[in-house]
């Protein structure tokens, strides 16, 4: 199961919510996979969604830094 797919699981069986509806325990027991490695693909998919978050927030800031030297 990719990481995208464990993420939607996730979401899905209320990982996120508060108090949560699904431990990461039972989330590897629901794909046959052992704790550690759901763990690290949540982790993964995380870092690699600040990523982006990150880079669109960059080339807004760029976008937006540049249009603003144009308008002077």
Do not use: C, F, W
Not at 8 to 33: F, M, N, S
């Amino acid at each position: 199961m990719e990481q995208l797919e464990v993420l939607q699981l996730a979401a899905k069986h209320g990982y996120y919510d508060v108090p949560r509806g699904i431990t990461l325990r039972e989330l590897a027991d629901r794909i046959d996979v052992s704790h550690q490695a759901v763990s690290e693909r949540i982790r993964r998919a995380h870092g690699h969604l600040i990523g982006m978050l990150s880079s669109s927030a960059s080339a807004s800031s760029t976008r937006s830094m540049s249009s603003s030297n144009t308008q002077r």
